[in-house]
T-cell receptor
Framework: DTGVSQDPRHKITKRGQNVTFRCDPISEHNRLYWYRQTLGQGPEFLTYFQNEAQLEKSRLLSDRFSAERPKGSFSTLEIQRTEQGDSAMYLC???FGQGAYTEAFFGQGTRLTVV | QKEVEQDPGPLSVPEGAIVSLNCTYSNSAFQYFMWYRQYSRKGPELLMYTYSSGNKEDGRFTAQVDKSSKYISLFIRDSQPSDSATYLCAMSDGDMRFGAGTRLTVKP
């Protein structure tokens, strides 16, 4: 499978625990995006990497969230001290290009439930 | 005010109907306009994208962009039950911003 891969697909955690998600983009894609989606809403932008550089981070993202993309390949999204409001689908997308738009392909997402 | 506004529906139509989906936006910097389709518990998949104003057709799907009105549309002709999904508009000036999605059901 050469698409965007996300792991795990589902995660249930207790409030206050830390969680980490992984995204493997399509090979050679230089851009990687993280989005959060709750039921009945569209994906909400979290952050965006071009190669290993984090170019933009949503102001909605609290300090409990951090993302990395070491070596410009896979990316991880960590949520510290999870809260029930963090329950959502976390989507990763990747694309290739330098301009204002490049076609982005999404993974299947990681569904997080905080209990 | 959200950057991208989209009526969440739900929208239910009979098979064969023409479907019209719309979004408005506030950021005049957006240059690229996309429509994604999302099935339940799946990631969004790109249907079409358009640069600046104009129309683009791909089979039964037509995308329209009117930058002067900050308004975009997706038309689906001869709708099929397999078109039942949530349709998301998205816009980009570097990263993408999505609408809330319109849930469409096409009844046989």
């Amino acid at each position: 499978d050469t698409g965007v891969s996300q792991d795990p697909r589902h995660k249930i955690t207790k409030r206050g625990q830390n969680v980490t998600f992984r995204c493997d983009p399509i090979s050679e894609h230089n851009r990687l995006y993280w989005y959060r989606q709750t039921l009945g809403q569209g994906p909400e932008f979290l952050t965006y990497f071009q190669n290993e550089a984090q170019l933009e981070k949503s102001r909605l993202l609290s300090d409990r969230f951090s993302a990395e993309r070491p070596k410009g390949s896979f990316s991880t999204l960590e949520i510290q001290r999870t809260e029930q409001g963090d329950s959502a689908m976390y989507l990763c997308a990747s694309s290739f290009g330098q301009g204002a738009y490049t076609e982005a392909f999404f993974g299947q997402g990681t569904r997080l439930t905080v209990v | 005010q959200k950057e991208v506004e989209q009526d969440p529906g739900p929208l239910s139509v009979p098979e064969g109907a023409i479907v019209s989906l719309n979004c408005t936006y506030s950021n005049s910097a957006f240059q690229y306009f996309m429509w994604y389709r999302q099935y339940s518990r799946k990631g969004p998949e790109l249907l079409m994208y358009t640069y600046s104003s104009g129309n683009k057709e791909d089979g039964r799907f037509t995308a329209q962009v009117d930058k002067s009105s900050k308004y975009i549309s997706l038309f689906i002709r001869d709708s099929q039950p397999s078109d039942s999904a949530t349709y998301l508009c998205a816009m980009s000036d570097g990263d993408m911003r999505f609408g809330a999605g319109t849930r469409l059901t096409v009844k046989p």
